[in-house]
């Protein structure tokens, strides 16, 4: 695999492995930041345990949940330098909502301290 070589755009991206990324939004509060990370680490967790069960429709419904954590934190989606501090604010609010409307019932919110 080939390196990208580094741009000016260092605060926007990172290198992993040769593969440029793009990083998450610099502005994000954190306690959302932790939110989100949390979300993102359990909705990975549960794609990996659903796909070795091989639960497919489980799997699609934990991507999707790795999707709106992705886009909560600005690494997917309209890039965060794009958008205006209120849109930046409006994405993550959604991404939360989102999540906790996926909440399976009888889940309780988890509590990151």
């Avoid at 070795?52 to 429709?57: G, H, M, S, W, Y």
């Avoid at 489980?58 to 330098?81: F, M, N, S, Y």
């Amino acid at each position: 695999m080939t390196s990208t070589p580094q741009t000016p755009d260092d605060d926007r991206f990172f290198l992993h492995e040769g593969r440029k990324w793009r990083r998450a939004d610099p502005t994000l509060p954190d306690d959302v930041e932790k939110q989100l990370l949390s979300q993102l680490g359990r909705a990975r967790s549960a794609v990996n345990k659903h796909r070795k069960a091989k639960q497919e429709p489980k799997v699609k419904d934990a991507r999707r949940r790795v999707q709106i954590a992705k886009e909560g934190l600005g690494e997917r989606g309209t890039p965060w330098w794009e958008q205006s501090p209120a849109q930046r604010q409006e994405r993550w609010e959604k991404a939360i909502k989102a999540l906790d409307d996926l909440r399976t019932p009888g889940e309780t919110p988890q509590q990151d301290s």
